[in-house]
């Protein structure tokens, strides 16, 4: 059952909601001058240069090889596969090599003995 409202009708507050609801109200006004300070603050700070400066203190700005498009990146991607399997290559044929190698100086050995 819903009360009319009227100006005869009355409410009354306990101390108890009335230190509450200020105690509340006290907090939201300091939490908006504490964010009013922090973005001043945030305002007067010098502004970076760059991000990748901090990431990689090394390489300068535009030492950064990043591929503008999707095609380009697959491109290189392909490259670097292509210069792996070159390396496997050269490496398996130094192995075959070295194998060599080691077969002469055992051959060497026995000769000597």
Not at 43 to 54: A, D, G, H, R
Request: proline share 4%; no cysteine; charged share 20%.
């Amino acid at each position: 059952m819903a009360q009319e409202l009227s100006p005869d009708t009355k409410f009354t507050l306990s101390i108890q909601t009335i230190i509450g609801a200020s105690m509340g109200i006290a907090s939201l006004v300091g939490m908006w001058y504490m964010l009013q300070a922090d973005i001043q603050e945030a305002k007067e700070l010098p502004i970076p240069l760059s991000l990748f400066s901090q990431e990689y203190p090394s390489k300068g700005i535009s030492d950064f090889n990043w591929s503008p498009s999707y095609e380009q990146y697959k491109q290189q991607v392909g490259n670097l596969q292509e210069n792996q399997d070159d390396l496997y290559e050269i490496i398996e044929g130094l192995q075959d090599e070295i194998k060599a190698l080691n077969q002469q100086v055992i051959n060497l050995r026995i000769a000597v003995q």
